[in-house]
């Protein structure tokens, strides 16, 4: 049984091929050069053709955006972003938040 979404194409490391329900309490979030967060709640986790889950809000994957100030909170306080993981939020934002666009 494949689980390759309609349409998908295999060699795609973009596409979808699968979405399971996230956990309440997960969170994609953004680090804001003045330590302020904002968050929105993941809905679904999507798993691409290469493996790698994908955090999908009621915007989109990553929120719509895949910005370098974002991150994903999980409800036990733990973050991650791709191969970087912190054990809570205020070690991510104090990491990410030079990556703020808002930046003058």
């Not at 679904?44 to 929120?63: H, K, M, Q, R, Y």
Request: charged content about 20%.
């Amino acid at each position: 049984m494949s689980y390759l979404m309609k349409g998908a194409q295999e060699g795609d490391a973009t596409t979808i091929h699968a979405t399971h329900p996230a956990l309440p309490g997960t969170y994609v979030c953004y680090a804001f050069a003045s330590v302020e967060t904002s968050k929105e709640p993941v809905i679904l986790w999507a798993v691409v053709s290469d493996g790698t889950p994908e955090p999908i809000t009621i915007n989109g994957v990553w929120d719509g955006t895949n910005q370098q100030n974002s991150f994903v909170l999980f409800p036990d306080g733990r973050c991650a972003r791709y191969e970087q993981s912190w054990c809570n939020e205020s070690e991510a934002v104090a990491e990410l938040r030079q990556f703020d666009r808002s930046l003058p």
